[in-house]
């Protein structure tokens, strides 16, 4: 069956995202080139990249390797590898739709969506013909009819968990209607027995069932491009056709293969988040709530977020930059990435001049 595109929502302009600075310093001019960049949560000490062999730009890519040291991390083979999970979210409105559509759910295919949360998954629904449906809290979705229901785990920016119970009443109910319930991990390495793969039988997943895994945040190599997918057999076929025969370059398959077998390093990334987290919370937070004159935050080991007025989120958006500090501002949410241990100090110092009234007023 053919897949009748509305031209008008592909043509919308998508989401704005934080690790944006190279734009912000072509409008900005010089004055942007030393600011410190917090507004992509990513691990601001990722793993460290080797010298690696030159001769693998000249190789085409096969993911065999990574497929099988993936597993070892995972505890799950991936059904696919596609460019980053971003890469994963726009196939999967193409997939599903050829499947829904002979379903109950052709008229209309509702996608439910968290109302703050990373913005590709709403616009890739929408953009491919759903009708998007906003929820602000899970237990709305069993009380809900839809095609797809997506759950970020952990939520960035709200820093919100699921708990297992209700992701497993969510698989449930989606097998019940038919539908599908996609669940973003992208964060959830620091905490891997809180995968929703780690509740799951050790047989086939549920066909009802996408998760979600990328190594852009704990390991910060959101450059490399390289995310997973764990769904039923069913899918694998045709969600790989769409992904195409090479997503991935030959050094990124090589350098991820490397880093997931790293396990002393990742050891030591996780002793080192808590450390930066136990060293924010005690020299830097208590600056950022007089600041944004707000103490409602969630804190991530990768990110804490403040919620804030819209209005005077922009006004201490364009404070920050004044003293040097790129941050991800959305909706009534202002995001900073968690610093490396070498960027406390200077973080410090340009928060202690906004305090001293750099920001326009006076506001120690």
């Given at each position: 069956m053919a897949v009748v595109l509305k031209s008008s929502l592909l043509e919308s302009t998508p989401p704005k995202?934080?690790?944006?600075?190279?734009?912000?310093?072509?409008?900005?001019?010089?004055?942007?080139?030393?600011?410190?960049?917090?507004?992509?949560?990513?691990?601001?000490e990722p793993w460290p990249v080797p010298a690696f062999d030159a001769r693998l730009w000249m190789d085409l890519p096969d993911q065999n390797t990574l497929l099988d040291q993936a597993e070892r991390y995972f505890s799950r083979r991936p059904s696919a590898i596609g460019a980053g999970s971003q890469h994963i979210i726009e196939c999967l409105p193409v997939l599903l739709k050829h499947s829904l559509a002979t379903t109950e759910f052709v008229t209309p295919l509702r996608a439910f969506v968290p109302r703050i949360g990373y913005q590709e998954h709403a616009f890739a629904w929408q953009k491919w013909g759903y009708d998007l449906i906003y929820y602000d809290e899970l237990s709305e979705l069993l009380n809900q009819s839809w095609a797809v229901a997506v759950v970020i785990q952990p939520n960035n920016p709200t820093g919100e968990w699921a708990t297992s119970d209700m992701l497993t009443q969510l698989i449930t109910y989606a097998e019940q209607q038919g539908a599908h319930l996609v669940v973003d991990e992208a964060f959830i390495d620091p905490c891997p027995e809180r995968s929703v793969l780690m509740t799951l039988p050790s047989s086939d997943v549920s066909e009802s069932l996408f998760v979600l895994r990328s190594v852009g945040k704990f390991f910060g190599l959101a450059g490399a491009r390289v995310g997973f997918v764990f769904c039923h057999p069913r899918w694998q076929n045709a969600l790989n056709n769409l992904l195409g025969p090479w997503p991935v370059a030959t050094p990124s398959l090589h350098l991820v293969t490397l880093a997931l077998a790293d396990t002393a390093w990742q050891t030591h990334a996780l002793d080192n988040l808590k450390v930066r987290q136990a060293a924010f919370v005690e020299r830097i937070m208590p600056k950022f709530n007089t600041i944004f004159d707000s103490q409602d935050s969630a804190i991530n080991l990768l990110f804490v977020t403040w919620f804030v007025d819209s209005e005077y989120g922009k006004q201490v958006f364009d404070w920050l930059h004044k003293v040097g500090v790129h941050v991800r501002l959305g909706e009534g949410w202002i995001r900073v990435a968690m610093p490396a241990l070498n960027e406390m100090d200077a973080l410090n110092s340009a928060l202690i001049d906004l305090l001293k009234g750099v920001g326009g007023r006076d506001l120690a």
């Amino acid at each position: 069956m053919a897949v009748v595109l509305k031209s008008s929502l592909l043509e919308s302009t998508p989401p704005k995202h934080g690790g944006d600075l190279a734009r912000w310093q072509r409008e900005a001019g010089d004055e942007a080139l030393n600011w410190l960049d917090l507004s992509s949560a990513c691990n601001r000490e990722p793993w460290p990249v080797p010298a690696f062999d030159a001769r693998l730009w000249m190789d085409l890519p096969d993911q065999n390797t990574l497929l099988d040291q993936a597993e070892r991390y995972f505890s799950r083979r991936p059904s696919a590898i596609g460019a980053g999970s971003q890469h994963i979210i726009e196939c999967l409105p193409v997939l599903l739709k050829h499947s829904l559509a002979t379903t109950e759910f052709v008229t209309p295919l509702r996608a439910f969506v968290p109302r703050i949360g990373y913005q590709e998954h709403a616009f890739a629904w929408q953009k491919w013909g759903y009708d998007l449906i906003y929820y602000d809290e899970l237990s709305e979705l069993l009380n809900q009819s839809w095609a797809v229901a997506v759950v970020i785990q952990p939520n960035n920016p709200t820093g919100e968990w699921a708990t297992s119970d209700m992701l497993t009443q969510l698989i449930t109910y989606a097998e019940q209607q038919g539908a599908h319930l996609v669940v973003d991990e992208a964060f959830i390495d620091p905490c891997p027995e809180r995968s929703v793969l780690m509740t799951l039988p050790s047989s086939d997943v549920s066909e009802s069932l996408f998760v979600l895994r990328s190594v852009g945040k704990f390991f910060g190599l959101a450059g490399a491009r390289v995310g997973f997918v764990f769904c039923h057999p069913r899918w694998q076929n045709a969600l790989n056709n769409l992904l195409g025969p090479w997503p991935v370059a030959t050094p990124s398959l090589h350098l991820v293969t490397l880093a997931l077998a790293d396990t002393a390093w990742q050891t030591h990334a996780l002793d080192n988040l808590k450390v930066r987290q136990a060293a924010f919370v005690e020299r830097i937070m208590p600056k950022f709530n007089t600041i944004f004159d707000s103490q409602d935050s969630a804190i991530n080991l990768l990110f804490v977020t403040w919620f804030v007025d819209s209005e005077y989120g922009k006004q201490v958006f364009d404070w920050l930059h004044k003293v040097g500090v790129h941050v991800r501002l959305g909706e009534g949410w202002i995001r900073v990435a968690m610093p490396a241990l070498n960027e406390m100090d200077a973080l410090n110092s340009a928060l202690i001049d906004l305090l001293k009234g750099v920001g326009g007023r006076d506001l120690a």
